[in-house]
């Protein structure tokens, strides 16, 4: 295989990736995303407190709390406006 012939392939996988990533994005749960990340970046901050042993700034701590508080409100939105969600909590109609 020749470069340039590597790089017409890297340059048409390019041109295809923002469609691909823009109809992903379109597929993905983002609440369930956005929980994911902010529990992946919780542990490894944990990860690398017990490593290094030295807490982190409180920067970063502001941040992740705000982060996590974010998660905790877009979720429970969800939930709240969700009108499968809503019925469910709906007492069961008396028979008048």
Do not use: C, H
């Not at 790089?7 to 379109?26: C, F, H, K, T, Y």
């Not at 705000?66 to 709240?80: H, I, N």
């Amino acid at each position: 295989m020749t470069l340039a012939r590597l790089s017409e392939n890297a340059v048409q996988l390019m041109g295809r990736l923002p469609s691909a990533v823009i109809e992903w994005l379109g597929r993905v749960p983002t609440t369930n995303l956005r929980v994911m990340v902010s529990l992946v970046l919780a542990v490894g901050t944990g990860v690398r407190v017990l490593i290094v042993w030295t807490a982190p700034p409180w920067e970063w701590l502001a941040f992740l709390g705000a982060m996590m508080s974010l998660d905790v409100a877009q979720f429970g939105t969800k939930r709240l406006t969700d009108s499968d969600y809503v019925k469910a909590k709906q007492p069961p109609p008396t028979g008048d």
